[in-house]
């Protein structure tokens, strides 16, 4: 028996043991469980933001579990899909954040809600009209980061400098929602695009990446975008548009609080059993650095190079540049560690693999060395945060998470059944592992030698044991 059989025999026993809880659920759609479903919404739809759920989602889940009042936790908030679905239930909420983008969405979001719209308006009003960017002497230039050097035409360069100029006569809530505007627009102006692991560049940039030159198709003229984006978010603003009850101030809504930072820093501070339910999607364990797909707002948020290197070490592990992080014995108290680290170092299908990803790379199979590292970090980190979230939550809770199984090295690697194991461990029931009907391909890095198979995208449901 070869080390790959050896894995899926181990997979596969564990597979056994969570059979029952493995349904497939068919109102799971792949775009209800992505951004698809929230482009053309209003509020979401002002940044498109691939990673995130849908509101959608949201509502099917507070329909099917029950959920219909209490305090929400989201520790992986991203542009706050959980927060402002809850909200617009009536239910409260707390997210944590640590990409300044995620978190900068979620405030200007908040800030309009709450917000004098009628002032707001008024502003956006008078932008559109008059354009006072277009008359502006470029005197303030777009803060770029080494890797977002020339993403720009030179005209599309000098109109966004221009708009950042005019900003400088605004103030307050206005400024802010202004400068928001132009954050939506900047992939769709510059020659990059998104692409997971990285920026991908149009080959008319100048750089070179890849064999293949990248053809992003039309790119947009920033007047063009950013007439469009203010338009979109006067529309979305009106009392009598898209928004039912969006300025309704005899609407309930739920609170929203958001904390910025990393919840492997910020979960310990918070109270135990103080949530009723936990609604997340946390990065997964598949090499994508947000920290490089997301630069070109980072830049404009006034993230530096070293604020940028330091994000990226804060993440969750799920870059091949993630290192070690050896202060996280001191964040946790000494219980949580020392039964997240006996749940890690029991686990004999996540240990299998990572003795097999080790073997890889000692033999140069693997198309990064850095993987080992990464998935080992991945899984102690998450364990950290599945005990922690067992500390926080009250008896007869649900935690739901959404989440990819990934394969390196021709290794499936069932997250969802190692997080479930963990889960358990922890003082969790696993209700129900809602999969996908369609699963995700391989990726590109192994299509060639190990095929498309599927991979499971999942939801899992856990519920905090009662005492």
């Known amino acids: 028996m070869n080390a790959l059989e050896i894995i899926d025999e181990h997979n596969n026993e564990l ?78 909420s707390t997210g944590i954040e640590l990409l300044p983008v995620g978190s900068e969405i979620i405030e200007v979001r908040k800030l309009v809600q709450n ?53 400088r006569h605004e103030t307050g809530s206005a400024a802010r929602l202004l400068r928001f505007a132009a954050l939506c627009v900047l992939e769709e102006i510059s020659y990059t695009r998104k692409d997971g692991q990285y920026l991908r560049w149009d080959y008319r940039s100048g750089r070179r990446q890849g064999s293949k030159p990248f053809d992003k198709g039309h790119i947009h003229s920033f007047d063009a975008a950013i007439g469009r984006k203010l338009d979109e978010i006067a529309i979305d603003l009106q009392p009598s548009g898209f928004l039912p009850g969006f300025f309704e ?93 006996a749940a890690f170092d029991g686990q004999v299908e996540l240990q299998a693999i990572l003795s097999f990803l080790e073997w890889k790379k000692s033999t140069k199979d693997l198309n990064n060395p850095g993987i080992p590292r990464m998935v080992r970090n991945y899984f102690f980190e998450m364990g950290l945060i599945i005990f922690e979230c067992a500390r926080l939550l009250k008896p007869g809770a649900p935690f739901v998470m959404v989440n990819d199984n990934v394969r390196y090295g021709g290794a499936t690697i069932p997250v969802d059944l190692i997080l479930s194991d963990f889960a358990e461990q922890a003082g969790f029931e696993v209700e129900v592992i809602w999969v996908l009907p369609t699963g995700k391909g391989n990726s590109s890095q192994q299509m060639g030698e190990h095929g498309r198979e599927e991979l499971r995208k999942c939801i899992y449901v856990w519920r905090r044991k009662r005492d």
């Open 115 to 167: 917000g004098d719209a009628h002032a707001l308006n008024t502003d956006l009003a008078r932008w559109r009209r008059e354009k006072p960017w277009t008359q502006e002497q470029p005197t303030t230039a777009f803060p770029h980061l080494r890797i977002t050097g020339g993403a720009f035409s030179l005209e599309t360069q000098l109109a966004l400098d221009r708009y950042l100029s005019a900003l």
């Open 249 to 341: 101030p005899m609407q309930p809504k739920g609170k929203i609080e958001v904390l910025h930072g990393s919840c492997l820093e910020l979960l310990p501070s918070l109270q135990s059993a103080s949530f009723d339910a936990l609604i997340t999607s946390p990065p997964y364990a598949n090499r994508y650095d947000y920290t490089r797909t997301y630069a070109l707002e980072l830049a404009l948020l006034g993230v530096d190079e070293q604020m940028l290197r330091d994000l990226r070490q804060s993440l969750v592990s799920c870059t091949v540049e993630n290192r070690d992080k050896p202060w996280l014995a001191e964040k946790f108290s000494p219980t949580v560690y020392a039964h997240a680290v």
């Open 15 to 92: 597979e056994a043991r969570f059979a029952d809880r493995l349904q497939v659920n068919r109102r799971l759609s792949r775009q209800l469980v992505s951004f698809q479903a929230n482009k053309d919404k209003p509020g979401y739809r002002w940044f498109k933001y691939k990673e995130g759920f849908s509101e959608g989602l949201i509502q099917y889940l507070f329909d099917t579990l029950g959920i219909d009042a209490g305090h929400i936790l989201d520790p992986f908030a991203g542009v706050g899909t959980t927060l402002f679905a809850a909200s617009n239930l009536g239910v409260d």
